[in-house]
């Protein structure tokens, strides 16, 4: 029996992981920020969308296919960027870009992964990559990563704007993640955890930020990985600073972190060719609007103008359904695929994917829509359509 055949949801793969990661891993992977309302509510708010149940409508031959920026890909599903994704799995960003270029599906690489955008390249090779790059104060630096992005085939640029500082993570404190005395007390929990620390502590060397050290050298190691993201990350730019972004990168460019309509327009106004519907999964500012809530009246105002993306609380297909009757063209994945490949690796992430394409198929069937891009709002039940239009 294989050991994924227990794990037949994305929850199983969150109690995996958290068995096998020192704790203050595994929080700074489940936790969000202040009293994590806004991290339960990602979940919950789409836990209560409600779809119509339609029967005899023919949905014999279903097509999960999609185009997103040119480029056909079998699911409406994208890897999105996590930080540190190498603590979790020895090399693990290069372990989750395989697991989804085997399916022809985007790789996110975060600007604070273990693994550099150029390691993962080499190790999954050609399939679609995406670079995530974040508001730093060194705008040559930030030329740099776009650059090296480009050199590594990347296809997207995913440019994170929620960010600007931050946010306070209780949990992050708590488990020793942050704060004087955390070196010390994540050496003493992965005592606790062998087998993590044999495949990452020890095997999974060098625990530093890939993209940072070409620049850090040995500082861009794990010491006080949350004090350099304060200290390096820019609260004063702008709307009108982003154009040099857009010229520095001639492909699709991504805005992620969305909430506000007034946001989405100035995203559209600026050139951008995407933006992702975000909040951080909760992990920025508590008490603002899940995804759900936000989605359907940005994709009324510029979903004819840019590609809208959504992300935060997905857990399973079914999500994936929602979101996109809601008003997204695609979803991204983040502590599914975290937990997945914590849990077990690259087979854990392609099992993960295997899991929502089935949950999605099932979905679609039951409501009668045999396409992409036949889900709209016309299969959310009454009730759904109601709260929305009153959130």
Sequence with gaps: MSSLDHIVSAAHFRDAARRRLPRFLFDYADGGAFDELTLNANVGDLRRIR???????????????????????????????????????RRGETQAARAAHRRSLPFTVSTVSICSVGEVRSMAAD???WFQLYVIRDRDFMR???????????????????????????????????GRYGPLRRALQAIGKPHWAWDVGLKGRPHRLGNLEPVLGSA???????GWLGA??????????LSWIRECWDGPLIIKGILDVEDAREAAAMGADGIVISNHGGRQLDGVMSTAQALPAIADAVGDRLTVLADSGVRSGLDVVRLIALG???????????????????????????????EMRVAMTLTGVSSIDAIDRRILAAEAKSHEETS
């Design 51 to 89: 779809l119509r149940q339609r029967v005899l409508q023919d949905v014999a031959n279903l097509d999960v296919g999609t185009t997103l920026f040119g480029r056909h890909q079998p699911l409406p599903v994208m890897l999105g960027p996590i930080g540190i994704g190498g603590m979790f799995r």
């Design 127 to 129: 399939g679609p990559l």
């Design 144 to 178: 740099d990563l776009i650059a090296t992005a480009r050199e590594a085939g990347a296809e997207a640029l995913v440019f994170t704007v929620d960010m600007p500082t931050p946010g306070i993570r209780y949990r992050d404190t708590r488990s020793g993640m942050s």
């Design 220 to 226: 861009s190691g794990m010491s006080d990985y949350m």
């Design 232 to 241: 390096n990350f820019d609260p004063s730019i702008q709307w009108r600073d």
């Design 328 to 358: 997204a063209r695609g979803v991204l994945l983040g502590r599914a695929w975290l937990f997945a490949m914590a849990a077990a690796g690259e087979a854990g992430v392609a099992h993960l994917l295997d899991l929502i394409e089935r």
